[in-house]
């Protein structure tokens, strides 16, 4: 099946910093999301970015698909936005999305 | 009530209960989809239905049984589980354009919030 890779697995912030977390994979997709779980175990939707480039407020995505690699940048961090971000792609032909590893990210006032 | 909701949100069991998870989606979509996230794992898939049919099964053992009688509700019949089967059940849905042969198709996926189980 389809490989996804997640990096840093791990990552701690002073708020303010900004970030830059990273999905590569394996194979061709035709829709990949970008995740953040609270604390709680709820699912946010952050972007849906098969390809090209998106922003939402400080957060913004790119996706760079025949290079297979997507990108998703945090600006300006806050304490809120901790907890673990998760890259998801649908493989071309498939329904369900496979999941990388995630990142977890700590935000430190 | 909006997006995707679960029930219960907490569950207990032993191993010799039976008990089934509930998924509604207020969505208007037509697939929706059973995840298992268990502790230092990636979420895996158990089952995806469109259209109100098993389309996709992940090798789940047969103590996990799904339901879905109609495209906004979704259950999770479960039965002599394990204690290894404690994790966090996610349903998801979307809109998938069955049929088609398009490539791109936007079957962008929701969450809902989940059911943390466990067994003991």
């Known amino acids: 099946g389809i490989q996804v890779e997640q990096s840093p697995p791990d990552l701690i912030l002073q708020e303010g910093a900004n970030s830059t977390l990273r999905c590569n994979f394996s194979?061709?997709?035709?829709?990949l999301q970008w995740f953040h779980q609270n604390p709680w175990g709820q699912l946010i939707n952050l972007f849906y970015i098969p390809s090209g480039t998106k922003q939402n407020g400080r957060l913004s995505a790119t996706t760079v698909a025949t290079e297979r690699y997507s990108l998703l940048y945090i600006s300006s961090s806050q304490t809120t936005d901790s907890g673990v971000y998760f890259c998801?792609?649908?493989?071309?032909?498939?329904?369900?999305?496979?999941f990388g590893s995630g990142t977890r990210l700590q935000v430190q006032p | 009530e909006t997006g995707v909701t679960q029930t219960p949100r907490h569950l207990v069991m032993g191993m010799t209960n039976k008990k089934s998870l509930k998924c509604e989606q207020h969505l208007g979509h037509n697939a929706m989809y059973w995840y298992k996230q268990s502790a230092k794992k990636p979420l895996e898939l158990m089952f995806v239905y469109s259209l109100e049919e098993r389309v996709e099964n992940n090798s789940v053992p047969s103590r996990f049984s799904p339901e879905c009688p109609n495209s906004s509700h979704l259950f999770l019949h479960l039965h002599t589980l394990q204690p290894e089967d404690s994790a966090l059940y996610l349903c998801?849905?979307?809109?998938?354009?069955?049929?088609?042969?398009?490539?791109?198709?936007?079957?962008?996926?929701?969450f809902g919030p989940g059911t943390r189980l466990t067994v003991l």
């Open positions: 998801a792609v649908r493989r071309t032909g498939r329904r369900a999305l496979t």
């Open positions: 998801a849905s979307s809109q998938d354009q069955a049929g088609t042969t398009a490539t791109r198709q936007r079957n962008e996926q929701f």
């Open positions: 194979d061709s997709v035709n829709n």
